[in-house]
């Protein structure tokens, strides 16, 4: 069913889980995403990015509603969220296409103008009755970006910072920068444990684990053990899809139906969410 992904934050973060959140580009996604939480007997957040509005032509109704549709048709309880907007119109247009969540990313401004930009989101989106998440403190790797060291000063959130920023905002779940990046192809990534703890301690919000696609399988259980909540995974959904299509391809010069090859890639997907949302 479609479920609220505010319930299904607060619920992981009442029992000290963590709840996975994975992103949709294409229907195989969001079908991959809910066989993967029915075999894993899990909860779990479809996501599409604004980067995923604007594949789909910058329309946002296609694709969430084939989407909702998928949740809606799954036994498992399954979310929709709208996944770092960077634009007003589209944080806007989430209210009319059944999300119940949204992340606002003014990651890219200024701390002040964070934090008013935020500030509007957050009104906006509660006067509608939506969850909101925030990020501060760069996570990076995200396209057109230039990419950052996981492991430069400049790259993690301040605890202290970010229990002001939660104030100030009033935003329901923050994303911090702890040691992940975006868009990794190999699990590599260090977190930062202590930091993580840190921020539990002073933000009085869920934490947000984003680019968890390049962290390795024992990193994302101590990150959830040290009080991350949302854990955020796109890019090994794509590594599963594509790389199953290669193989597939290239094995194969005669195939024309993309049935063929979408089959085995969205069988790849699925096996790769049922393995992250058994880590939670
Ligand atoms: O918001 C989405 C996530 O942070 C996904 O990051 O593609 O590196 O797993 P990833
Ligand atoms: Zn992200």
């Known amino acids: 069913p479609l479920v609220n992904t505010g319930d299904l934050v607060s619920a992981a973060a009442a029992e000290g889980r963590g709840i996975a959140a994975f992103n949709v580009i294409t229907l195989e996604h969001a079908e991959a995403i809910a066989a993967g939480a029915e075999t894993a007997g899990a909860p779990a957040i479809l996501q599409i990015s604004e980067n995923a509005v604007t594949f789909h ?19 498992a309880p399954l979310s929709l969220h709208l996944d770092h907007v960077v634009t007003g119109a589209l944080l806007r247009a989430a209210a009319d296409e059944g ?108 934490l947000v684990l984003h680019g968890s696609s390049g962290v390795p399988d024992e990193e994302i259980r101590a ?27 290239d094995a194969d010069a005669k195939t024309v139906d993309p049935r063929k090859y979408l089959a085995p890639a969205r069988e790849a997907m699925s096996a790769t969410v049922a393995g992250f949302l058994g880590l939670l």
């Open 57 to 75: 032509g910058g329309t946002l109704s296609a694709i969430a509603a084939a989407t909702a549709a998928v949740a809606r048709a799954s036994s």
């Open 99 to 206: 999300f119940s969540s949204v992340m606002y990313d003014a990651s890219r401004l200024a701390h002040g103008r964070n934090i008013e930009a935020t500030e509007d989101a957050v009104r906006w989106a509660h006067e509608r009755g939506l969850w909101i998440e925030a990020e501060l403190g760069k996570v990076g790797g995200k396209e057109g970006e230039a990419p950052l060291d996981a492991h430069a000063p400049g790259v993690r959130t301040d605890p202290e910072e970010a229990a002001a920023y939660v104030t100030a905002t009033g935003v329901d779940a923050l994303a911090v920068a702890v040691g992940s990046s975006h868009a990794m192809t190999q699990r590599t990534a260090t977190l930062d444990h202590t930091l993580i703890a840190a921020l539990r301690e002073a933000v009085p919000v869920p």
């Open 223 to 249: 990150a959830v053990a040290a009080g991350m909540v949302k854990i955020n995974v796109g890019t090994a959904l794509n590594t599963a899809f594509t790389g199953a299509v290669r193989a597939f391809l």
